[in-house]
């Protein structure tokens, strides 16, 4: 069970484990919290672009990167009437999120928060393969930035298995 304020104690187990506890998934857990800030800040640089702030996309000359013309398109706007990278960013913290989430046992102690956390990268991992297909199909272009965070998005997937495993066990054992 989450609880909404932990005890001090708790705390500051949690704040102890989760910097410097060893074992327990949590280097894949801190792998997967820093895939998820690349991919938020790569969802930052193109939200500078959709909401003006900067006129252009910086990237490399590579034949079909066109990342403004991709995240300038009516499809990034669609979304509750907001630029889709703005939805980007907050989707990359809940992944962020749910790996931060709980302490070095919470695959036995909590398991929904591992299965949680692996549901939601599958899901943004068909959202990846979707706007890619999108991005190639409709716009004819890719946006570089939008790669970014889809391969940090599948790198997130071999390591959220074995915590995701253990957690299956523990649920069986209960």
Not at 89 to 102: K, P, Q, R, V
Not at 117 to 133: E, N, P, S, V
Not at 154 to 167: H, K, M, R
Request: a positive charge; proline letters at 6%.
């Amino acid at each position: 069970m989450i609880k909404i304020k932990g005890s001090p104690e708790q705390a500051e187990i949690l704040s102890e484990q989760l910097r410097h506890g060893f074992g327990h998934y949590l280097s894949q857990r801190r792998a997967i919290i820093g895939l998820s800030l690349l991919a938020a800040g790569s969802m930052g640089m193109i939200g500078l672009y959709q909401t003006g702030i900067i006129p252009h996309l910086p990237e490399p000359p590579i034949p079909g990167l066109n990342s403004d013309k991709v995240d300038a398109s009516a499809e990034a706007y669609q979304k509750l009437e907001m630029p889709d990278s703005i939805l980007g960013i907050g989707n990359y913290a809940i992944t962020a999120g749910l790996a931060a989430m709980g302490g070095m046992y919470r695959a036995e102690r909590q398991p929904w928060i591992p299965l949680a956390m692996t549901a939601k990268i599958g899901f943004d991992t068909y959202q990846a393969a979707r706007l890619y297909l999108d991005q190639t199909t409709k716009q004819k272009a890719l946006c570089g930035y939008c790669i970014l965070a889809a391969v940090t998005t599948i790198a997130s997937i071999p390591l959220a298995i074995p915590e995701t495993v253990a957690a299956i066990s523990a649920l069986i054992k209960k």
